[in-house]
């Protein structure tokens, strides 16, 4: 099992993300793995910086493997998405992948265009990764369908081409974008929970690796782990459609405003006790995860890389 850390450009600062991710690899993480937003979940995260410029610098001053997870077809038109795919494929080759999926109304209303119903959402992103694909293949493509595409081209050909990694929360979705997808990337859940969903997508004929994105808070004292969480994660405790069609950091902090610690402790490991979150973190990998990556939940990522790379990764390799 390779442990990742989790790169959350809505919370922090692109600068000091980029010295995060360098202190990751100090501490001995084998990866990461990052977001594409254009707005954070709350106004108290208050962050959201260009994932794409980032990650060639995260990628050029590493020897990290990175990905992310994005979302074509709106924001991004997917000629556009397969150039800088194929791009950062060149350039770091082996090292980069990315995570397709079919977006939130808080990153893509901005373009002013109509929100789609989910199944119109999931239909134009399958027409999306058709496109991707025939672009990194070096194919020039014309599509009409819910995208449109114009004789595109991709002049920079990425060897090995990029894995398209399908992510999914529920086990319908596993399902479906295992007749695409390269790879699965989903969130911690109940074990059961991740079992169903991981076996619908091998069940389906999913292929590659499997990666588990573990939300947690850590600090030393338990007050203080469960105030971080609170503060930091409460407004990302919800399911669809308030999720997906939400449209401001205004609006989740106004479904947020009531949202307690209990519930925040369904979503995102909180304890004090290293050794606690190590065996949560290991019961829910070994359903069959073959990545994790680790995300805390706090805005001071160092205290966290420091403490896990010499206390908590060890013992999850072992």
Same mark, same amino acid.
């Given at each position: 099992?390779?442990?990742?850390?989790?790169?959350?450009?809505?919370?922090?600062?692109?600068?000091?993300? &980029?010295?995060?991710?360098?202190?990751?690899?100090?501490?001995?993480?084998?990866?990461?793995?990052?977001? #594409?937003?254009?707005?954070?979940?709350?106004?108290?995260?208050?962050?959201?910086?260009?994932?794409?410029?980032?990650?060639?610098?995260?990628?050029?001053?590493?020897?990290?493997?990175?990905?992310?997870?994005?979302?074509?077809?709106?924001?991004?038109?997917?000629?556009?998405?397969?150039?800088?795919?194929?791009?950062?494929?060149?350039?770091?080759?082996?090292?980069?992948?990315?995570?397709?999926?079919?977006?939130?109304?808080?990153? /893509?209303?901005?373009?002013?265009?109509?929100?789609?119903?989910?199944?119109?959402?999931?239909?134009?992103?399958?027409?999306?990764?058709?496109?991707?694909?025939? &672009?990194?293949?070096?194919?020039?493509?014309?599509?009409?369908?819910?995208?449109?595409?114009?004789?595109?081209?991709?002049?920079?050909?990425?060897?090995?081409?990029?894995?398209?990694?399908?992510?999914?929360?529920?086990?319908?979705?596993?399902?479906?974008?295992?007749?695409?997808?390269?790879?699965?990337?989903?969130?911690?859940?109940?074990?059961?929970?991740?079992?169903?969903?991981? #076996?619908?997508?091998?069940?389906?004929?999913?292929?590659?690796?499997?990666?588990?994105?573990?939300?947690?808070?850590?600090?030393?004292?338990?007050?203080?782990?469960?105030?971080?969480?609170?503060?930091?994660?409460?407004?990302?405790?919800?399911?669809?459609?308030?999720?997906?069609?939400?449209?401001?950091? /205004?609006?989740?902090?106004?479904?947020?405003?009531?949202?307690?610690?209990?519930?925040?402790?369904?979503?995102?490991?909180?304890?004090?006790?290293?050794?606690?979150?190590?065996?949560?973190?290991?019961?829910?990998?070994?359903?069959?995860?073959? #990545?994790?990556?680790?995300?805390?939940?706090?805005?001071?990522?160092?205290?966290? &890389?420091?403490?896990?790379?010499?206390?908590?990764?060890?013992?999850?390799?072992?």
């Amino acid at each position: 099992m390779r442990i990742g850390f989790h790169a959350s450009h809505e919370q922090i600062s692109p600068r000091q993300l &980029l010295e995060d991710v360098r202190h990751a690899e100090q501490a001995g993480f084998d990866m990461a793995m990052c977001s #594409d937003h254009m707005a954070p979940w709350s106004q108290r995260q208050g962050h959201s910086g260009y994932t794409w410029a980032w990650l060639g610098a995260a990628l050029a001053t590493t020897d990290l493997t990175l990905g992310c997870v994005s979302a074509p077809g709106q924001r991004y038109h997917p000629a556009v998405h397969a150039q800088k795919i194929a791009t950062l494929g060149q350039m770091f080759p082996g090292r980069f992948w990315v995570a397709l999926g079919s977006g939130e109304n808080m990153n /893509e209303h901005v373009t002013g265009d109509r929100w789609p119903t989910k199944e119109v959402r999931t239909r134009r992103l399958e027409e999306c990764v058709g496109i991707i694909r025939r &672009l990194l293949a070096g194919e020039e493509v014309t599509h009409d369908g819910l995208v449109a595409v114009d004789r595109a081209r991709v002049w920079e050909r990425a060897d090995p081409t990029p894995l398209l990694v399908g992510p999914a929360v529920s086990v319908a979705s596993a399902s479906r974008v295992a007749a695409w997808a390269d790879g699965l990337v989903t969130i911690n859940q109940p074990v059961e929970t991740l079992r169903e969903l991981l #076996d619908a997508y091998r069940e389906a004929g999913g292929r590659g690796r499997a990666s588990l994105q573990v939300h947690l808070s850590w600090a030393p004292t338990e007050a203080e782990a469960e105030a971080i969480a609170v503060d930091q994660w409460r407004s990302n405790v919800f399911s669809e459609p308030v999720n997906w069609d939400t449209a401001t950091p /205004e609006g989740f902090d106004v479904a947020s405003e009531h949202v307690g610690p209990d519930v925040v402790r369904q979503h995102c490991l909180v304890s004090s006790d290293l050794g606690q979150l190590r065996d949560r973190v290991a019961e829910l990998a070994a359903v069959g995860f073959d #990545d994790v990556y680790l995300h805390f939940v706090g805005q001071h990522q160092a205290p966290f &890389l420091d403490t896990f790379g010499e206390q908590v990764l060890p013992g999850l390799r072992g």
